[in-house]
């Protein structure tokens, strides 16, 4: 069974920082590349960061500079490291795993059910 765990979020004053986590548990996967997300209520989910399968990393213009998204493919882990963050950070964010199969290199996509960050002004 697969499952994807994120954590990390929480309570944090302007300028201050976070880190979340993405682990995905599954038999035969490995995590090829990452998206990550963020979605304020009544608006559509938007993208943040993203880490490409060779590697290149790509952040909407409102995070770049402040935000790093990394991942541990040993660990089929991602990470997304947010700096100085601002009372605009503030969301439920999301991470989203695109999986290759180890045994028939088929590709899958999961997503995680979301982490609240707030950013006390």
């Known amino acids: 069974q697969v499952q994807v765990m994120e954590s990390g979020g929480g309570l944090v004053q302007a300028g201050g920082s976070l880190r979340l986590s993405c682990v995905l548990s599954?038999?035969?996967?490995?995590?090829?590349?990452v998206d990550w997300y963020r979605q304020i209520p009544g608006k559509q989910r938007e993208p943040v960061a993203a880490?490409?399968?060779?590697?290149?990393?790509n952040y909407a213009d409102s995070v770049q500079g402040r935000f790093d998204i990394s991942r541990d493919t040993a660990r089929n882990t991602a990470y997304l490291q947010m700096n100085s963050l601002q009372s605009e950070d503030t969301a439920v964010y999301y991470c989203k795993l695109k999986t290759v199969s180890v045994g028939d290199r088929r590709r899958y996509d999961y997503w995680g059910r979301g982490t609240q960050v707030t950013v006390s002004s």
């Open positions: 599954g038999k035969g996967l490995r995590v090829d590349a």
């Open positions: 880490i490409a399968s060779d590697g290149v990393l």
